[in-house]
Structure formats: structure tokens, C-alpha cells
Nanobody, 124 residues
Framework: QVRLVESGGGFVQAGGSLRLSCTAS????????MGWFRQAPGKEREWVSC????????IYADSVKGRFTVSRDNAKNTLYLEMSSLKPEDTAVYYC?????????????????WGQGTQVTVSS
């Protein structure tokens, strides 16, 4: 069965950094596009970054561009999100997700599997 497990979240001061990991199992990770999404209290889930199966093309939301970097290690079935220069508005539960396919887009509606989420809290 498909399983996505996020880790690496925690508490950090503004300006700090965190690295999130998502370990995948139960499917051919190397054949699937993946993404990171987040949901802050009282807000709808939004996309952060998506990456195709080979990592050739990565896309980022404007709010995180230049600060976050998505990558993957298909040999380890692991997806990463490196976050730098964190801001209080980055506070959210971050979700790893498996996409239906690569459409050069990053929409929550194109996700067919979600992880349980990991909390990131950035204090001012």
C-alpha cells in the first residue's frame, strides 16, 4: 500500500532553516511526480513545490521561490524540501504528496496520495 511519511518539521526562529524529508513506499517512487503542499491554520491547502520523476524540472510557489529547494533521491525513495530564510508566514503543516502525473503544474486536485504531514512553526 502507498505510504508517505514526512519528517524534519519542528520549531525554528525566523531566518532559520529546516530540511524536510518524505520517505515513500508501496509504489514505484522513481516513476511518479511528487510535490510538497502546506496548510496553515484557518487557510486552505496550498502548493509549495512539485518535481517530476527525474527531477529535471522543478516549480515553486512565488511565496517560497528563492528560499526553498525541492529534490529527490530515487534510489532512496525519498523526497526532500530544504527551507531557508524561514518566515512566520511559513508556519503550517507540510504534506508530501504523490501526483497523478506530470503536467508542468502543481495543483492539490492532481494529488492521489498524501502523507500525514509534519508541523513547521516559525517564530518571530
Amino acid at each position: 500500500q502507498v505510504r508517505l511519511v514526512e519528517s524534519g518539521g519542528g520549531f525554528v526562529q525566523a531566518g532559520g532553516s529546516l530540511r524536510l524529508s518524505c520517505t515513500a513506499s508501496g509504489f514505484n517512487f522513481g516513476a511518479r511526480a511528487m510535490g510538497w503542499f502546506r496548510q496553515a491554520p484557518g487557510k486552505e491547502r496550498e502548493w509549495v513545490s512539485c518535481i517530476p520523476w527525474d527531477g529535471a524540472t522543478t516549480i515553486y510557489a512565488d511565496s517560497v521561490k528563492g528560499r526553498f529547494t525541492v529534490s529527490r533521491d530515487n534510489a532512496k525513495n525519498t523526497l526532500y524540501l530544504e527551507m531557508s530564510s524561514l518566515k512566520p508566514e511559513d508556519t503550517a503543516v507540510y504534506y508530501c504528496a504523490r501526483k497523478l502525473g506530470w503536467f508542468k503544474s502543481c495543483r492539490p486536485s492532481d494529488v492521489d496520495s498524501w502523507g500525514q504531514g509534519t508541523q513547521v512553526t516559525v517564530s518571530s
